[in-house]
């Protein structure tokens, strides 16, 4: 009894979502997607080892993602428009539990969009329909135990709305 | 032995003159003075009510009128979230959803259906289902972008409420709030 308490605590607390408003749509597998920034170290004619680096440029790739067929059909299909779903912009919450994680951890990925579509797959099985998606987005922000959400990059533009509603709880 | 009434009395005079001498005249007036305040903080949290009661009004018949005109009509009520929290122990109204003041309808039958899946399954935990059912019940302020977010996030935070929330919509849907008794209708 107490195991399965247990494993529905640890089951229930992670999660990766899609935010529509109230409506939170979950996935079956996602990685965040990556930033990286990309600097230049300029080296001056005589020196052995440059002494200054640019800024940098900052570049948040494409992530893969997975969800279930229903949640697609239910959640997401229906905010389409009948030409270029892919205008269709939300934020990306993740909440991250795990025995290694003391306090509390988050990622916000804002203004996503799906830009690729795939599947699902079928086949004469007992098994589960699953879309693959690839998805872009704008803008990535972490959340540790401060409190505080943080970016890697410098981002002149403010949050969406929504990511600002979201950075609020 | 029993006492006598005077014994008695002689008691609750001596406990009288007890706690009289409790308090220092400056404690006293200290705790009349709270006591003050807190009769000031009441009666402004009742003023408070009564004008969100006036904007619950409007906005309720504003979403009755939409429910009528829908394709499949549905029953609103609104419902003061700061009236939930014991008086004077909410959060600022502001800060709340539709500053205070929310609608809800009749869970719609997908909802419902949703509702009934999870607690069959047993997989789910009960407060995060109530959360579910009160997002997807609450018709204003709107579930749709950055103010669906703040209702999820208020509920989310304050799961009783949501659990208040969610029971009170199923019972406009028509749920008993109590098992009528055999014999008793």
Request: aromatic share 4%; with cysteine.
């Amino acid at each position: 009894m107490a195991d399965a308490l247990r494993d529905l605590t640890w089951d229930s607390a992670t999660s990766a979502t899609i935010v529509l408003g109230s409506l939170r749509v979950p996935f079956t597998k996602m990685s965040p997607g990556k930033i990286t920034i990309k600097t230049a170290k300029a080296r001056r004619i005589g020196e052995s080892l440059p002494s200054k680096r640019t800024p940098g440029a900052g570049e948040l790739g494409d992530f893969n993602a997975e969800i279930l067929a229903t949640d697609f059909e239910g959640s997401i299909l229906p905010r389409m428009p009948l030409h270029g779903g892919t205008l269709v912009v939300f934020p990306i919450l993740i909440s991250l539990k795990h025995p290694s994680i003391t306090g509390s951890l988050s990622i916000l990925l804002d203004q996503s969009r799906i830009v690729e579509l795939d599947g699902p797959e079928l086949d004469a099985s007992e098994k589960e329909l699953i879309y693959k998606l690839q998805m872009s987005a704008m803008g990535r922000y972490d959340k540790g135990r401060d409190g505080k959400w943080k970016a890697l990059a410098y981002n002149a533009r403010r949050p969406s709305s929504e990511a600002r509603a979201l950075m609020q709880f | 032995m029993p006492r006598t009434a005077a014994e008695i009395r002689k008691a609750a005079e001596d406990a009288r003159v007890r706690a009289a001498a409790t308090l220092t005249p400056g404690q006293a007036d200290l705790f009349a003075a709270l006591a003050e305040e807190k009769e000031a903080l009441e009666a402004e949290a009742a003023e408070q009510a009564k004008v969100r009661a006036i904007v619950m009004v409007d906005r309720v018949d504003a979403a009755r009128e939409k429910a009528a005109a829908a394709p499949t009509p549905y029953l609103v009520e609104g419902v003061d979230l700061v009236g939930l929290f014991p008086l004077g122990k909410s959060p600022p109204p502001a800060s709340l959803p539709g500053g205070g003041v929310i609608v809800i309808r009749n869970p719609e039958q997908a909802a419902t259906d949703a509702f009934v899946r999870e607690a069959e399954a047993k997989q789910k935990h009960a407060s995060k289902m109530a959360i579910d059912l009160a997002c997807a019940c609450t018709v204003d302020p709107s579930p749709d972008g950055a103010s669906g977010i703040e209702v999820r996030g208020f509920f989310e935070r304050y799961q009783e409420a949501a659990g208040t929330v969610a029971q009170r919509a199923r019972e406009l849907g028509g749920a008993r709030a109590r098992e009528a008794k055999r014999g008793q209708g």
